[in-house]
């Protein structure tokens, strides 16, 4: 009798559980969805052991460890910071406060805005979509808007940064008389579009003819990613993006969350940053996510799935070669080509107090994972951590530079005493 209640019992458990995940919408297995997404990667089977292996890894961690001392804790940076190596984190650590009057102490599951490094999940949504044969990278924006004014801007010149197009926060103060869409509280992205169609305003340089970093570029691709999918962008996010890939504390900002998001400080007080009206345009900026939620979509992005071969290849391959030099851009990310031909593949953040890193190093498997949410450049001294794993000369140098200065954090003139690092 009693076995029959110890099955009957085992066998509630099993079911109860299953229930339970069979509910959570954040289950990726229950992810409900005819758009292209990353469901297919399995997050806990992309790397092998000697992947996460590292040598000399007491004495890595224990320079990283050094680091956060240092420059995080002495120079008081608030957020949130995480280095891996494969799926095995090295180190993080978590500081600071995301609400005013130091309310709600950061720790690894509260959302921060990354700001600009928003543009590489953007990006990825849209290779997703077309992988799936949604679109096309030389598909221009005339397919999806026809009203649209610039006939050879494409998918793959807003992507790589190179359509010429002028940036929004800039030349919306131009026109005149003022448009209706200003006297709003806040802007939105058709908003934009509406204002490029109307007023036409002249391209910054011509098409594909060089890298002209843009934010207006990004903002019309989460505007294609929505008429493709016919769902608002921040759903259409959680359907290709972050439910599949577990990134569970991830969503795109919108003004009905000004009450519960993570809010950004200047450095001095700290004071709280204000909204404007431009805070709710998304695609260029406007992600909420954590280092550990980064992390696993840094580590789907190592899987061989990821997307299929010839179209990832072009992620990180530099398109902007106009203009010698080590800095280049290739479709949602930044990278710097050496002169040993070493390349580092990355994207930084700035909005109001935000300052972000995000670093995804394709030959070691490391990712270098740093949000600011009090303003402060020596966030980005976070990537010259990148030294300790390739052979990148120019960012180790960077890194000796910082950590000698560390006992001397302000200049005389106030600011921060690294200037090197920049969004």
Known sequence: MK???????????????????????NNPENIKTDLPNYGNIDLDDIFQRKDNRLENKDSIVSVIKNYYENVWEKGDLWGGFLVAKGDKILYEGYRG???????????????????????????????K???????????????????????????????????????????????????????????TNQDILNMLIRYKPDLSRDTDTGFMYCNTNYALLALIIEKISKIPFPEAMQQIVFRPLKMKNTYIFQVKDTATAAKSFYQRGPKLYPYDRLDEIY???NVYTTPRDLLNFSKAMFAKNFLQHDLYQKIFEPYSNEKPGINNYGLGFRMKIFDNNEKLTYHNGWWHGTNSVFGHLLKSNVTIIAIGNKY????????????????????TEKFNKEMNQTDSLKTSTGKDSVDSYSE
């Open 376 to 395: 402060s450049r020596r966030i980005y001294s976070a990537l010259a951590l990148s030294g300790l794993f390739e052979n990148f000369p120019y960012e």
């Open 129 to 187: 979509l077309v992988e799936g044969g949604l679109a096309k990278l030389d598909d221009p924006v005339t397919k999806f808007f026809p009203n649209f004014p610039y006939p050879k801007v494409t998918i793959f010149t807003l992507l790589s940064q190179r359509s010429g197009l002028p940036k929004y926060e800039y030349f919306i103060e131009k026109i005149q008389p003022q448009p209706a869409e200003l006297s709003k509280k806040f802007l």
């Open 283 to 285: 695609g260029d900026k």
């Open 3 to 25: 076995f029959i209640q110890n099955i009957l019992i085992l066998l509630f458990l099993s079911f109860a559980v299953l229930s339970c995940k069979k509910d959570n919408p």
């Open 97 to 127: 406060f995301a609400q005013d009057n130091n309310q709600e102490p950061i720790t690894e599951d509260v959302p921060l805005h990354v700001a600009s490094v928003s543009k590489t999940l953007t990006a990825m949504a849209m290779l």
